[in-house]
């Protein structure tokens, strides 16, 4: 395959690609620096993470590699910039965040010298994040997984961005198998940003019982639902996701705040954590939309062999 060349800041991969910053505890150093060893991107999800949690994990990737490593962390988290601050402490090399806009943080970014990657879903958004200072964008469609900001899926919000700004674009949400990867490439974008696909790798320290499901189950079986975040979101359809579409999740036993804004009628973190931890009755498992094209589980370096020896 023929790769673009993406610069961010003075961040240059060998391979325009980036990992997805997967919540809660999917992606971590063991993943983030086996992308980043193979010329990409690995990113940490820096989102419930203690302080000390974040600035460990930052730490130990930075010994696994020598590649570019970042962070991803929720505005929508109420610690988001002691997370921001946390990570460029630690030495991170760009900060990629979404579920919500922050305005402060470019002038942090400024100032410490690190790349901003805001996560958007439209040109407006797109437009304000070129004027504030961002490095580049993420532009992710409504097929992708996690917190959603839109319901269009990437596919047919991509290109008028990416012709409406001068910043790298990076194309996120069903993005998974080398075609995808070139598709996105073929509407003129800069990179492309894979969540799913690298859940499903041996660096990943998720459960089997969570890798089982995102080979074993498809795209029938995702569905869309309202986080307590007060953000819609892609998941597969178990016995929490269905409760919670049924409107009968239980009640949060406790609330820490972690968010800035949460409806309370279940607790997002707590049900995350579970599906990390493998629980089928009590767990919250995320995912792209288009999981059908999820069909084993093999190392990073097998990922990148496939994109990069891809000849359609």
Sequence with gaps: MVFPKLKI?????????IQGGMAIKISMAKL???????GGI???????????????????????????????????????MEGVMASIEAGIDLIIYGAGFSRDIFEVGKEKNVPIVPIVSSLKLAKIAEKLGAAAIVVEGGNAGGHLGTDQDSWDIV?????????PVIG???????????????????????????????ECEIAQEYKDLLVNKGSADVVTIMSS?????NAIRTEFSQKVLDDKAPLPKACHNCLKFCTRKFCVNDALRKGHEGDLV?????????????KDIVPVKEVFRRIVEYEG
């Excluded at 290109?159 to 910043?167: A, F, R, T, Y």
């Excluded at 009590?282 to 999820?294: A, C, N, P, Q, S």
């Design 9 to 17: 800041g003075n961040l240059v991969p060998k391979y325009p690609i």
């Design 32 to 38: 983030a620096a086996a992308v980043a060893n193979e």
């Design 42 to 80: 690995g990113v940490i999800a820096g989102t419930a993470l203690s302080v000390e949690e974040l600035k460990n994990e930052i730490k130990k990737a930075k010994e696994l590699t020598k590649g570019i490593v970042g962070v991803n962390i929720m505005y929508a988290a109420s610690d988001f």
């Design 159 to 167: 290109k008028e961005i990416k012709e409406n700004v001068k910043i």
């Design 172 to 202: 996120a949400g069903g993005v998974a198998t080398p075609e995808d990867v070139k598709r996105m490439f073929d509407l003129g974008l800069d990179g492309v940003q894979i969540g799913t696909r690298f859940a499903a790798t041996d």
């Design 229 to 233: 975040a007060g953000l819609p979101a």
């Design 282 to 294: 009590e767990g919250l498992f995320f995912t792209g939309r288009e999981l059908d094209k999820i």
